[in-house]
């Protein structure tokens, strides 16, 4: 299993950013996904999650109207778009893969977002 | 100021049983099962426990979970040096309808 993320940069406060992952080793579609950020020096943070199909999707609150998730199953990839980005949105961002209902039995390995 | 408390540090000697509590309230510990994870500085994390107890495969069984109302704990005995890490618990709380964490303990072995 492998989840490998990208598209994360140096970004201005109020910019947007689109991240992805792209995953391989397992059945993409018969998984929920999600992605959780860590800030420098923070603990980790749930940001979203979507179910298998795509048809439900979850936030946390800080971030709701911000953020979107989605999901292409014909490309294996997951995607995080995020609009009016703050610099409390500054972290590194891990998508991670659900087992059945529980969150994170697979991880990627990060990619960080810096809003400055 | 996260919705689940963990202590921040905890210790302990190789060899000793050591146990990380998480506190939180019926609409999380309460309502859902509690995963915790490892962490070690500049990766990814590790899940250890999911569904309260359940170990995923290669997790040694020195590691085991529990909860009890709307508290969760993490044992960890045999303490290794391998193991000095941080430890976080987290789960579904129906309220916020959002995966909570608790802040993190950072486990040092003496």
């Known amino acids: 299993v492998q989840l490998v993320e990208s598209g994360g940069t140096l970004v201005q406060p109020g910019g947007s950013l689109r991240l992805s992952c792209t995953v391989s080793g397992f059945i993409f579609s018969d998984s929920a996904m999600g992605w959780v950020r860590q800030a420098p020096g923070k603990g980790l943070e749930w940001v979203s999650g979507i179910c298998a199909s795509g048809r439900c999707t979850f936030y946390q609150p800080s971030v709701r109207g911000r953020f979107t998730i989605s999901r292409d199953n014909s490309k294996d990839t997951l995607y995080l778009q995020m609009y009016s980005l703050r610099a409390e949105d500054t972290a590194v961002y891990f998508c991670?893969?659900?087992?059945?209902?529980?969150?994170?039995?697979?991880w990627g390995q990060g990619t960080l977002v810096t809003v400055s | 100021q996260s919705v689940l408390t963990q202590p921040p540090s905890a210790s302990g000697t190789p060899g000793q049983r050591v146990t990380i509590s998480c506190s939180g309230s019926s609409s999380n510990i309460g309502s859902h099962p509690v995963n915790w994870f490892q962490q070690l500085p500049g990766t990814a994390p590790k899940l250890l426990i999911y569904?309260?107890?359940q170990r995923p495969s290669g997790v040694p069984d020195r590691f085991s979970g529990s909860t009890s109302g709307t508290s969760a704990s993490l044992a960890i005995s045999g303490l290794q040096s391998d193991d000095e890490s941080d430890y976080y618990c987290?789960?579904?709380?129906?309220?916020?309808?959002?995966?909570?964490f608790g802040g993190g303990t950072k486990l040092t072995v003496l």
């Open positions: 569904n309260n107890y």
């Open positions: 987290a789960t579904w709380d129906v309220s916020l309808r959002a995966w909570v």
């Open positions: 991670a893969k659900y087992h059945g209902d529980y969150l994170g039995d697979f």
